[in-house]
């Protein structure tokens, strides 16, 4: 992280579009979850097909609690044309008569990492410490302002470049998981559009500097939601540890 | 554990106020904190003094929502006879003009423990995932019944062997600490009374042998609350872990 040299002055400044951008980018960059080890460790094909389906179970909890998340945001906003825009998401994740949503997608995912569906859907052995740290993301977009609940989803600006890199050493390394990527293949480009659109509205939406600077925050936050979710993984399932009773345990291969 | 051998026509039957303290007591024995290898280690002295801070300056975290908690509960219930018991609670974290509370005594032993009492009381040093479990604690609290907002706080059953031993081991392995211990001299008489009064309230209304199940998940999900927050300052304080960006830092002694 460069030192910034603060001018006082300037501290009162509406940010420009650029410099807003310029600032939510450094959060990425020191906080977003690429940097996790546990991610260093699965990109260098360094996990084992339990630590995967550990990975796969407890984060099936996050996915079920997006749509969750929307609907919230949904229900903060008086725009119907902000609404309509945000309902995408819940269709995105729940799916259609005709489409199959994202939740079902990473079902597909957990399936192929050998873990029965029904198992993974019904939750029960999830991580504590998941379970926490995602419904602090739901606590957050209950209690904040809806400008900040908005700008909580703007981890999505960093995703594709991720998603990408993921699928890519998630085919070199584990090519039995091949057959179960298609949650991420639609997140290439619904990610970027969707962040497009959080980051258009909170430029538009935050009228003075402390309200861009809660926009930062709340996206510092975000990071450290899904930051914590990897330190429970990494912790229970990598470095000897101990999942608590109850949660997920490897078997022995 | 034991296996039970669960009679299929006896799963309906409201249990006894024995049977009722047996499940809980069963409850602590398998999950409660005082099994934790964090504890385990402070109690055999193991711990150094950043180890500690660490987790003074943590728990505070939770020591200071346990009010909030408290006064969610009076906000939830009905009955003047129950609010102005519960209102105690209250009363011993936050203090009055005459008498410190058990927050700021929380305080005293963490300047015991060399740490400025200001740094810990701004809070901005916990780590995330303690503020997530400690958080869930408060939406059990908001989004549950009553009923089990009340047993969720029968962890007060085992606190007092827990009290008495760590007492004794802190007194023992970090005497400069024992000028810091008035919080735990406290809770040795407060606990048990509150205890008492919680486990008769949730005996007299759960009325059903399925509100009792409630009763029981209840503290098992309060017991998990606890140790997820042992794991927090394990994982990033005891063993080489990384605290996240932001959070405390233990200095080279």
Redesign the interface.
């Known amino acids: 992280m460069a030192i910034r040299t603060v001018d006082p002055a300037a501290e009162d400044q509406l940010l420009s579009v650029e410099e807003l951008r310029a600032r939510l980018w450094e959060v990425g960059e ?2 977003y979850h690429h940097r996790h ?1 546990f991610h260093q460790l699965m990109h260098e094909g360094r996990l084992d097909r339990g630590q995967l389906q550990a990975w796969a179970l407890n984060r099936y909890y996050y996915q079920s609690r997006i749509p969750i998340k929307d609907a919230i945001i949904l229900s903060r906003s008086e725009d119907p044309a902000f609404r309509r825009v945000w309902l995408k998401r819940v269709l995105d994740h729940d799916g259609d008569a005709t489409t199959d949503g994202g939740i079902k997608r990473w079902l597909k995912l957990a399936v192929a990492t050998g873990l029965d569906a029904d198992r993974v859907a019904r939750r029960e052995e999830v991580l ?2 998941t ?3 995602v ?2 993301y739901l ?1 957050l977009v209950k209690n904040r302002t809806l400008l900040e609940a908005v700008a909580s989803s703007l981890t999505e600006l960093f995703s594709r470049d991720l998603i990408s890199l993921r699928m890519e050493r998630l085919r070199e390394h584990y090519p039995w998981l091949s057959g179960g990527l298609d949650y991420f293949e639609e997140r290439l480009h619904q990610a970027p559009e969707d962040a497009q659109f959080a980051f258009n509205y909170v430029f538009q939406h935050a009228h003075t500097r402390s309200e861009q600077e809660l926009v930062i925050q709340a996206l510092r936050d975000k990071c ?2 899904l ?2 979710q990897l ?2 993984l990494y ?1 229970a399932y990598v ?1 000897p ?2 999942p ?2 109850g949660a997920f345990q490897v078997e022995a291969s």
């Open positions: 020191e906080r080890p504590p410490a379970r926490y740290a419904n602090e606590n450290d939601i930051w914590a330190d429970a912790f470095q540890g101990w608590p009773p």
